[in-house]
């Protein structure tokens, strides 16, 4: 059994900053790729940030230049930093994991159970 959970979000100005923090535990062997998507009613959730074991990052042209996604291999946590925050950033937001787990051979994509992040104008 594996779990993500999420931590973070709330509601702040724009321009202001929020950090989202990511745990998954459970029966792992290993993680590829974590990522952060959002997701908005009646719209498809979305890919912010992705970063693999190695470090390799990858950011929605949305939020270059003001998130970074960020991990710590060793705890399986990834981060999400959002810095100078806009109303258009408003959305529920989930992270995920490509996770082998020890029981299995194949690798299985988990969710976290999202969490609100509210930009006010």
């Known amino acids: 059994q594996v779990q993500l959970v999420q931590a973070g979000g709330g509601l702040v100005q724009a321009g202001g900053s929020l950090r989202l923090s990511c745990a998954a535990s459970?029966?792992?062997?290993?993680?590829?790729?974590m990522g952060w998507y959002r997701q908005v009613p009646g719209k498809q959730r979305e890919e912010v940030a992705a970063?693999?074991?190695?470090?390799?990052?990858n950011y929605a042209d949305s939020v270059k230049g003001r998130f970074t996604i960020s991990r710590d291999n060793a705890k399986n946590m990834v981060y999400l930093q959002m810095n100078s925050l806009k109303p258009e950033d408003t959305a529920v937001y989930y992270c995920?994991?490509?996770?082998?787990?020890?029981?299995?051979?194949?690798?299985?994509?988990?969710w976290g159970q999202g969490t609100q992040v509210t930009v006010s104008s």
């Open positions: 459970g029966s792992i062997f290993n993680i590829n790729t």
């Open positions: 970063i693999t074991s190695g470090g390799r990052t």
């Open positions: 995920n994991a490509d996770t082998l787990p020890r029981d299995s051979g194949d690798y299985w994509i988990y």
